[in-house]
T-cell receptor, first 113, second 116 residues
Framework: GQQLNQSPQSMFIQEGEDVSMNCTSS?????WLWYKQDPGEGPVLLIA?????ELTSNGRLTAQFGITRKDSFLNISASIPSDVGIYFC?????????????FGTGTLLAVQP | GAVVSQHPSWVICKSGTSVKIECRSL??????MFWYRQFPKQSLMLMAT?????????EQGVEKDKFLINHASLTLSTLTVTSAHPEDSSFYIC????????????FGPGTRLTVL
């Protein structure tokens, strides 16, 4: 099925460092979401983006929706050990009468204390 | 935010048996729920859309006779893996759309299925 491409695939950083990850698509999405998944759990919503060019923050997290609506980035500032996990972007697309999420390939983040 | 629960958290079964997984929206009603499958180190792949009061819509390549979906009420959807085989072992996650007027989805904690 269709997927969004995320980069990098994985990141290993020191506690306190800032992190940036990207997500790109060949298709336009009207809504872009960023999720974090801890091992053995379901994804948890971090940030939702609804307008092209929109820049939204949630604590140490900042995400922007690209002008073309085909890409987005997520920044994490001053990383801490609990930031460890897999980060997924997801585009919300329309299929018939239903909105469906298309997930990115994921970015694994490891933070060394 | 909206809360979605799943039961069981994990299940181990013998090959050939059927397994039922429940997905509940705890503090809101959901006429639509989604079922995803996630293999190790991979992303979430949508399997089907569960519709209250009507048949589920399956994604291409997903066998509807093997993965039976029943949306019994506005707060409950079930996924039954029939005649499970080891290749069906995976992490199954459901989600439900959030509050009206938003397009966000809230996910359950997932169910780890292991077929021996």
């Amino acid at each position: 099925g269709q997927q969004l491409n995320q980069s990098p695939q994985s990141m290993f950083i020191q506690e306190g460092e800032d992190v940036s990850m990207n997500c790109t698509s060949s298709s336009i999405f009207n809504t872009w979401l960023w999720y974090k998944q801890d091992p053995g759990e379901g994804p948890v919503l971090l940030i939702a983006l609804y307008k092209a060019g929109e820049l939204t923050s949630n604590g140490r997290l900042t995400a922007q929706f690209g002008i073309t609506r085909k890409d987005s980035f997520l920044n994490i500032s001053a990383s801490i050990p609990s930031d460890v996990g897999i980060y997924f972007c997801a585009g919300l697309g329309r299929s018939g009468a239903t909105n469906k999420l298309i997930f990115g390939t994921g970015t694994l983040l490891a933070v060394q204390p | 935010g909206a809360v979605v629960s799943q039961h069981p958290s994990w299940v181990i079964c013998k090959s050939g048996t059927s397994v039922k997984i429940e997905c509940r929206s705890l503090d809101f009603q959901a006429t639509t729920m989604f079922w995803y499958r996630q293999f190790p180190k991979q992303s979430l792949m949508l399997m089907a859309t569960s519709n209250e009061g009507s048949k589920a819509t399956y994604e291409q390549g997903v066998e509807k006779d093997k993965f039976l979906i029943n949306h019994a009420s506005l707060t409950l959807s079930t996924l039954t893996v029939t005649s499970a085989h080891p290749e069906d072992s995976s992490f199954y996650i459901c989600s439900a759309p959030g509050l009206a007027g938003t397009d966000t989805q809230y996910f359950g904690p997932g169910t780890r299925l292991t077929v021996l």
